[in-house]
């Protein structure tokens, strides 16, 4: 059943015989959110080695980092590459891009449209694409993108923070 898998209207038949369906192909079925949930365990979703190389070096290159977030941009960098469902990576995925500032979403949409070629509906109200039918390779990039603008957002608060810092020492006269 693996092209029935991505049938929204096959849901019913889907979960009368569970142990004929695509995983991966529910997936991209829309109606398939609440029987995806309830199994988790039956999905697996796997990370290309170049993208599980990124998070080594980076994760090696901030451990000597002492600072909160950067660590808690690490471990949400982690998670959305172990999340088991890939319903939950792509809402995850969504949510970060939406808390973007707008100058970042032109670049996710370069990297949507020109890298991979994903298709788009345009509109008054913006860009829209359905990331449910990507494939891995295109989510794994928008993540590394996701992480690599978080990661240099934190970087420079920290180099606006000693700048304050050296200004406060060096060019605050108090007589």
């Known amino acids: 059943m693996g092209c029935l898998s991505e049938n929204p209207s096959a849901i019913q038949l889907l979960r009368e015989n569970q142990d004929k369906i695509n995983w991966h192909g529910l997936s991209s079925n829309p109606n398939a959110i609440q029987?995806?949930?309830?199994?988790q365990d039956?999905?697996?979703c796997k990370?290309?080695?170049s993208?599980?190389?990124?998070?080594?070096?980076i994760v090696k290159k901030l451990q000597n980092v002492n600072i909160p977030?950067?660590?808690s941009i690490i471990k949400r960098y982690k998670c959305t590459?172990?999340?088991t469902n890939m319903t939950d990576r792509i809402s995850n995925i969504k949510d970060q891009i939406e808390k973007m500032s707008i100058n970042y979403h032109a670049e996710i949409a370069r990297i949507l449209i020109k890298e991979h070629n994903i298709a788009y509906d345009e509109n008054k109200n913006g860009l829209f694409i359905n990331l449910s039918n990507v494939n891995e390779s295109v989510l794994d990039s928008l993540c590394k993108f996701i992480?690599?603008?978080e990661l240099?957002?934190?970087q420079l608060n920290l180099d606006e923070s000693k700048k304050d810092g050296l200004k406060d020492i060096y060019f605050n006269t108090k007589e």
Do not use: G
């Open 42 to 44: 039956k999905f697996h």
């Open 152 to 154: 240099q957002e934190q």
């Open 147 to 149: 992480t690599y603008v």
């Open 47 to 49: 990370c290309n080695k």
């Open 81 to 83: 590459f172990r999340t």
């Open 69 to 71: 977030e950067t660590k």
């Open 51 to 57: 993208v599980k190389k990124s998070i080594k070096k």
């Open 35 to 39: 029987l995806l949930r309830e199994n």
